[in-house]
């Protein structure tokens, strides 16, 4: 408090204050705990012998008993508070960081988060990160044409390190879908390529190429509005997009982190740019379209993705019409029914919260009215979700735009990445948002 700036009058009456508070609530239970002892003692006396023991409370005692207590604290106090008034503000400087290092020491030790050491740095950039063990870099778009047609692209990067013939390579690996809504029509593919010639991911800024599929950071990646430009080109289906930014990134867990599952060390850092513009052409077949939207761009890196009995994740990416995000989690378990549930939302003025399983509820319908999708190997995924955030005042119905929406991942493994209409619970005039569904671990394990 000599540091903060408070003078030696200040700090004795706040030790005196708080002695007076300590001796009154001790005079108080300790009243208390006396009376009720008393009646225990005459109750069980009564009990066992039959005597008629009588309790009489003088009216006065109640009132000494706290004024003695408080005038105990307060003598006790003397010395404390001229001690307190008497330190230097350099010495409270010293004891003030002493403390705080203590403290800090104390709260690392306890924390249930073993983030280890990831809190020590903030993220403040979508560039690659060379201590990492795995990334995902997530660009999930929702496009329109002049004449009103839809098309949603999500484009999914992954860095890992892979046991070659010669030993650790780091494997740069892409999936894409591309959904033509007024066709119906869904393209996913996959690319994989080691680190080098025809794939690399930059540690200076967002710049990540595997063959022909890129997202570029364009210009300073300090300055406060930031570009990008995005290609990919698979067959006949080609996209050239310019994209801006002009709001900060935002972290999708206090300083960033975020438990990706159950495990002690299941801990990832999670950024995003959730509202980019987006304008450039998407050329299908013959014909080439101007195309505009938004866009959301993601990474995550970490160890660990889930735990030893965790069997999947599904994240909800809703953007909303009006400037508002909503990022939700939920791993699954085989041992604890209860998921995991973390979430985030982000206002339209850039303010985050950070969201648990107290705030989020998460609803799915019933299997027979028929909100699952079944895969050719047999596999079911859900297809229908209800989403409440009662604290912002969300009701959210998420609807697939097609229900077949599974990707195949470069190393085998296939996910769910489904474009979702956001509708209100309650019937409205019109959706009011748009996302993307990610669902692991309904067709076996996924091996990232």
């Keep these: 408090m000599r540091y903060a700036g408070l003078s030696r009058a200040g700090v004795r009456e706040m030790v005196r204050v708080e002695a007076a508070a300590l001796g009154a609530l001790g005079g108080i239970a300790g009243f208390a705990l006396g009376t009720a002892l008393a009646w225990t003692l005459i109750a069980s006396d009564r009990a066992s012998s039959g005597w008629l023991l009588h309790a009489v409370v003088p009216i006065a005692l109640p009132f000494l008993t706290l004024a003695g207590s408080i005038a105990v604290a307060l003598v006790a106090a003397l010395g404390p508070s001229r001690l307190a008034a008497r330190l230097h503000v350099r010495g409270a400087r010293a004891l003030t960081v002493t403390a705080v290092f203590f403290i800090t020491i104390a709260s690392s030790v306890t924390r249930p988060l073993d983030a280890r050491g990831f809190e020590r740095t903030a993220t403040t950039t979508l560039a690659s990160d060379p201590t990492s063990t795995r990334e995902v870099w997530r660009v999930l778009g929702h496009l329109h044409t002049p004449d009103g047609s839809h098309v949603d692209v999500a ?50 800024k967002l710049d990540i190429r595997v063959d022909d599929w890129y997202v570029r950071e364009d210009g300073d990646p300090n300055a406060a509005e930031r570009s990008y430009s995005l290609g ?10 310019q994209l801006r930014s002009k709001g900060p990134l935002a972290a999708l867990g206090p300083n960033g982190i975020v438990r990706s599952g159950t495990c002690a060390t299941c801990i990832v850092r999670d950024v995003a740019l959730p509202n980019v513009s987006a304008r450039g052409t998407w050329t299908d077949g013959t014909r080439s379209r101007t195309i505009a939207g938004t866009f959301w761009l993601e990474r995550e ?52 919260s950070y969201l648990d399983a107290r705030d989020i509820e998460i609803y799915y319908p019933p299997i027979p009215s028929g909100t699952t999708w079944r895969n050719a190997r047999g596999s079911s995924y859900p297809s229908l979700w209800g989403i409440v955030v009662r604290k912002f005042d969300l009701d959210c119905a998420v609807v697939p735009d097609i229900e077949s929406q599974e990707a195949a991942y470069a190393r085998g493994a296939r996910y769910y990445q489904g474009a979702v209409d956001i509708e209100r619970a309650d019937p409205g005039p019109r959706d009011y948002g748009r996302g993307y569904a990610e669902l692991t671990g309904y067709d076996g394990p996924f091996a990232f």
Excluded: Q
Aim: proline letters at 2%; zero cysteines.
């Design 301 to 352: 890196s970490g160890g660990a993705r889930l735990g030893a009995h965790d069997r999947g994740w599904e994240r909800f990416t809703i953007s909303f019409d009006d400037g508002r995000a909503l990022l939700v989690r939920v791993v699954r378990n085989d041992i604890s029914h209860d998921p995991m549930i973390t979430g985030t939302f982000i206002a339209r003025d850039g303010r985050v």
């Design 232 to 241: 990919m080109r698979d067959g006949t289906t080609a996209l050239a997009l």
């Design 155 to 204: 484009m999914t990067f992954f860095r890992y390190a892979e046991r070659g013939p010669r030993g650790m390579v780091v494997v740069l690996a892409g999936a894409s879908s591309v959904l033509d809504d007024e066709r119906r029509l869904l393209r996913t593919a996959a690319r994989v390529e080691r680190a080098g010639f025809a794939a690399d991911a930059s540690t200076a």
